[in-house]
């Protein structure tokens, strides 16, 4: 079984500084990564993934996540957030060949002008 | 593309009283997910449908949630009867065959606080 923890529960930083989201993942198979967005009110939305080859995904948004096996972890960055990055952030796991996701209990960032 | 379609929004009901949602997926996705987001927690799979048939739903209530996906397109989920603890949200999701890959694609959901 996968499981996944997000140590953080909430997460303020002022706007244009530096933002670092954790994710760590236990498995004993290989998996696949994700992170997903979720604004007040509305559904969840991918924002990035890890499949396989390069550890470092990027988002189209500047968000950019790498993945560390030796670490199990699948850690969030931004260089710069802006006021409109504020949200609520899932770190997502699931087994390669299946289609079920386990989230974690997500991590609220909160960009402070 | 149009994306996952929810209804209703919001919906308040009284504890023992029946409720249910319906979810219209994104054309041509034949996986189907429904999940319950409890306020301050993740996402948790209640049922996942390939096409018409149930693939999982180890995590359903059976006693009091039921979900069909007739003709393998939308589906509805039901609670009946509720309890105060069935307060979440109740987000569907679908995808093409292979989501381990593309990733899911959610509506915006469905808020039930039960009083």
């Known amino acids: 079984a996968q499981s996944v923890t997000q140590l953080d529960s909430q997460v303020p930083v002022f706007e244009e500084a530096p933002v670092e989201l954790r994710c760590n993942y236990s498995?004993?198979?290989?998996?696949?990564l994700f992170w997903y967005v979720q604004y007040p009110n509305q559904g969840l939305q991918l924002l990035l993934k890890y499949l396989s080859g390069s550890t470092l995904v990027e988002s189209i948004n500047g968000f950019e996540a790498e993945f560390n096996k030796s670490q199990t972890s699948f850690h969030l960055r931004k260089p710069s957030v802006h006021i409109s990055d504020t949200a609520e952030y899932f770190c997502?796991?699931?087994?390669?060949?299946?289609?079920?996701?386990?989230f974690g209990t997500g991590t609220r960032l909160k960009v402070l002008a | 593309e149009a994306g996952v379609a929810q209804s209703p929004r919001y919906k308040i009901i009284e504890k023992r009283q029946s409720v249910a949602f319906w979810c219209n997926p994104i054309?041509?996705?034949?996986?189907l997910y429904w999940y319950q987001q409890i306020l301050g927690q993740g996402p948790k799979l209640l049922i996942q449908f390939q096409n018409n048939g149930v693939v999982d739903d180890s995590q359903l209530p059976k006693d009091r949630f039921s979900a069909e996906r007739l003709k393998g397109v939308d589906s509805t989920l039901k609670i009946q009867p509720a309890k105060l603890e069935d307060s979440a949200v109740y987000l569907c999701?679908?995808?093409?065959?292979?989501?381990?890959?593309?990733?899911?694609?959610f509506g915006s959901g469905t808020r039930l606080t039960v009083v």
């Open positions: 997502a796991v699931s087994a390669t060949g299946t289609y079920k996701y386990i």
């Open positions: 498995s004993s198979v290989s998996v696949y």
């Open positions: 999701a679908s995808s093409l065959a292979r989501a381990g890959v593309g990733g899911y694609t």
């Open positions: 054309s041509g996705h034949a996986t």
